[in-house]
């Protein structure tokens, strides 16, 4: 079992910046490919961005390349999620998400454990 707890939300103007941190306890990260993915009222959810655990190969969704930048700090079993260049349209709950998959790591079915969220406010 994994549990999930991500921090650093909160209310940033447009063109802001945000670090997302998840730390993970259960289970030390490898083994594990990690994503974030975020929901927005009233839309499904989606995917933001993903980092295999082998080797580390980083996704993200087209929207968020060359803003957002996923990263892991292996020994403290921590994600991160830094988000630059902010948009009143990345306004969501951000999630994290622990996938034993290295495959498909941008559909939310693979991922086995996720955390609570941790809401995103950007204002114009």
């Known amino acids: 079992q994994v549990q999930l707890v991500e921090s650093g939300g909160g209310l940033v103007q447009a063109g802001g910046s945000l670090r997302l941190s998840c730390a993970a306890s259960?289970?030390?990260?490898?083994?594990?490919?990690m994503g974030w993915f975020r929901q927005a009222p009233g839309k499904d959810r989606e995917f933001v961005a993903a980092i295999s655990w082998t080797g580390g190969k980083t996704y993200y969704a087209d929207s968020e390349k060359g803003r957002f930048t996923i990263s892991t700090d292996n020994p403290k079993n921590i994600v991160y999620l830094q988000m630059n260049s902010l948009k009143p349209e990345d306004t969501a709950v951000y999630y994290c998400s622990a996938a034993r998959s290295n495959y498909d790591l941008h559909r939310s079915r693979v991922y086995d454990f996720w955390g609570q969220g941790t809401q995103v406010t950007v204002s114009s």
């Open positions: 259960g289970r030390p990260f490898r083994g594990y490919s």
